[in-house]
Each structure stands twice: as C-alpha cells, then as structure tokens.
C-alpha cells in the first residue's frame, strides 16, 4: 500500500481574501511626525542650529528612482574642529532616515555625495554633527514628478 500526502485545498475564498491583501497593503511611509522622532534619536535633546549644512539636489525631481544629493558641511577639518557625522531624513519614504555618514579629520573635507529613491514630494534635512557637540541643519523642499516604485 502506498502513501499519499494529503495537502490542503486552497478555497477559492482564501484565495480572493490573500490578492486582495496584497492588492490593499501598501508600505508604510514615512511622517513628518516619524521625521522628527528620527531626528531626536540622532541628536538627543541637543539644539539643532540652521546653517553650515549645504544640499546639493535637483528641486524639481523627474523620476524618483534615482537623485543625486551632495552635502557639504562649512568646517576648518581639523583636529580641534571637524564633522563628526551627517545624518538625512526625509519626511515620506518608507523609512524616515535615508542614512548616516561617519567623518573625521582625515577625511579632509565635510562633503559626501550619494543617490536617493524618492517615493514623493516631499522635504530633505540633513544634520550635521560637530566635534564640539553642536548640531547644524540645512533642509529642502522638493517636488517629485514621478515616485520611485510607481513604475511596474
């Protein structure tokens, strides 16, 4: 006698029941709310002073799928005085922080360059950490034409 391994049916119930959670679910996006929460996990309860941060991107963004966005960061680079990180957030991707870049003296100059999906209009700050403890934001505005994940 032979066995037979008995699967389960899939009705045609459950079936309709699971397309339509992966027609209806959608990923999570980002707040402005999300943002600042991100914001206040990488600064603390330090001020944050606007100025010395400097973004580099197309405020009209065609297709989000990939920007380009350099930063620069007003600082000597010295032993006494230099950057210590530069945080990005955004306020309506999925995940509020884009990244975080670690420098140091020898890094030579406060500058890094990178490309960004964009998943709406929406605003970009970034944050700069300095050596003394200090924080210092700049933050634009962009509108996004076509959003990154919108083409199949």
């Known amino acids: 006698m032979t066995e037979r391994s008995v699967q389960p049916k899939l009705s045609r119930r459950a079936a309709l029941v699971g397309w339509l959670a992966l027609i209806v679910a959608r990923p999570a996006r980002a707040t402005p709310e999300a943002m600042q929460d991100a914001i206040r996990d990488f600064i603390g309860s330090a001020p944050v002073r606007a100025g010395r941060v400097k ?25 006494g005085d230099f950057v210590k990180a530069i945080a990005v957030f955004n306020e309506k991707n999925p995940q509020p922080n884009i ?19 964009l998943g709406d209009s929406q605003n970009i700050t970034a944050i700069a950490q300095m050596s003394d403890g200090s924080f210092w934001s700049g933050s634009v505005e962009l509108i996004v034409t076509l959003p990154a994940c919108a083409e199949n």
Request: hydrophobic share 40%.
């Open 55 to 79: 973004m580099d991107i197309p405020p009209l963004v065609e297709n989000g799928n990939s920007v380009p966005l350099a930063i620069t960061v007003e600082s000597p680079m010295t032993e």
């Open 99 to 117: 990244g975080v870049f670690h420098l140091g003296p020898r890094s030579g100059r406060a500058f890094v360059s990178t490309r960004i999906r």
